[in-house]
């Protein structure tokens, strides 16, 4: 039972709760050795539409296509789960925030520009999040961070990358925000780790 409970039934990728187990590890480790630690939120765009119009079984293809796509674009590197619905979480051990932003993008193209003979199209929103240094995070707080990433992505048009708002990326990729996205920087934060890194 245990090992059934440790593996997602839909894409045989990790469960939730073995990925979140070894994030906050991994985060343990990196704020001891100084080591970068990034994260991404994967989600499928109008998911919930493909499924209603769809039918499960072609929403449950949708979700075991984007997990192979994933796994192929990500290659030896990155540790990828299924978090929720869906929802896919990587975590890449030894990345900053711009190579994170990079592996993002490389991971929404693949998605994009596949396409098999009788396949809907598919394309995925990103949310990039890095641990800051100087400040004590959390796994949790990187995902948090990276989801509100990904809403941003979405808010934005959809079928991109969000990175903005760390230190580690310039100013000028920060301009010309849409106004949903001005509203999310005056919400409050729910920790120091956010008001440093959000937006």
Do not use: C, Y
């Amino acid at each position: 039972m245990a090992a059934t409970k440790a593996v997602d039934p839909v894409t045989g990728l990790p469960s939730p709760a073995s990925f979140f187990l070894a994030l906050e590890l991994a985060a343990s480790e990196a704020q001891r050795s100084g080591t970068p630690l990034s994260v991404l939120v994967v989600d499928i765009d109008r998911f919930d539409e493909l499924r209603e119009k769809a039918g499960l079984e072609m929403a449950d293809a949708a979700l075991l296509r984007t997990s192979k796509l994933l796994r192929l674009a990500l290659g030896r590197d990155g540790v990828l789960a299924r978090l929720t619905g869906d929802q896919f979480g990587v975590m890449l051990v030894g990345e900053t925030i711009v190579q994170a932003q990079q592996r993002g993008e490389a991971v929404r193209l693949a998605i994009e520009l596949q396409l098999g003979a009788g396949q809907r199209r598919l394309t995925v929103s990103v949310g990039v999040a890095s641990g800051a240094a100087g400040i004590a995070w959390s796994g949790d707080e990187l995902i948090v961070l990276a989801g509100r990433r990904r809403d941003a992505a979405k808010l934005a048009g959809r079928n991109r990358v969000w990175a903005w708002g760390h230190p580690g990326i310039a100013m000028d990729q920060r301009a010309a925000w849409p106004e949903g996205i001005r509203e999310m920087q005056a919400a409050p934060r729910a920790s120091p780790f956010e008001q440093l890194s959000l937006f």
